[in-house]
């Protein structure tokens, strides 16, 4: 059973550019959700995906996109990036309907 | 709204100390609260759920819905639970939509 894994781990952007970062569910996970960590805080929900599907969504702007793949792969786009996006970003799978979800290590996302 | 409060940013004890973090939450329903844990250097995984009222590696949480409180607690800490503790929220559980709302997260430090 392999876990959830994300890539890159690191990343630094300009303010104004697109990133797209990604996250490989656990086995026989059909669920991927998204979160923000800035630092000393704890994850905030971005979006949900579910079967391919936006399944519900945080307070974050539509310039945080997401997708998801047949195989239950996720991807995270966050266009016109600013100083604030710099965070960890958080990917966790579960199964539907589930609560219980498994996280990734992370990607940090520094924008200047 | 849902929110969680984790009042305490640090705890420090040492081993063989009690130990309790706090956690309250808000929430109009019935929700299912969580624990989760960070080691340094590792993922964010969960520690325990009020659900499966188990305990893991020592450590319980009672649900207290009079109190909206899930406080984590331990009778002797060692030195290997030093890390970032999480409280985490999630309801809707009808809506075959689940997000967790964390708290802002406590660090427990285990002197020796």
Redesign the interface.
């Known amino acids: 059973e392999t876990g959830v894994t994300q890539s890159p781990t690191h990343l630094i952007k300009t303010r104004g550019q697109q990133v797209t970062l990604r996250c490989s569910s656990q086995s026989g996970h059909n669920t991927v959700s998204w979160y923000q960590q800035a630092l000393g805080q704890g994850p905030q929900f971005i979006f949900q995906y579910y079967r391919e599907e936006e399944n519900g969504r945080g307070n974050f702007p539509p310039r945080f996109s997401g997708l998801q793949f047949p195989n239950y792969s996720s991807e995270l786009n966050v266009n016109a990036l600013e100083l604030d996006d710099s965070a960890l970003y958080l990917c966790a799978s579960s199964l539907g309907g589930r609560a219980e979800a498994f996280f990734g290590q992370g990607t940090r996302l520094t924008v200047v | 709204a849902q929110r969680?409060t984790?009042p305490e940013k640090l705890l420090s004890v040492f081993k063989g100390a009690p130990v309790e973090l706090k956690c309250n939450y808000s929430y109009s329903g019935s929700p299912?609260l969580?624990w989760?844990v960070q080691y340094s250097r590792q993922?964010?995984?969960?520690l325990l759920?009020h659900i499966s009222r188990e305990s893991i590696k020592g450590f319980t949480a009672d649900l207290n819905k009079g109190e909206t409180s899930f406080h984590l607690k331990k009778p002797f800490a060692q030195e290997e639970d030093s890390a970032m503790y999480?409280c985490?929220l999630?309801g809707n559980?009808n809506t075959?939509?689940?997000?967790?709302?964390?708290?802002?997260?406590t660090r427990l430090l285990v002197s020796p």
């Open positions: 969680v984790q299912e969580f989760y993922r964010l995984q969960l759920r999480y985490a999630s559980r075959g939509f689940q997000k967790l709302v964390f708290g802002t997260g």
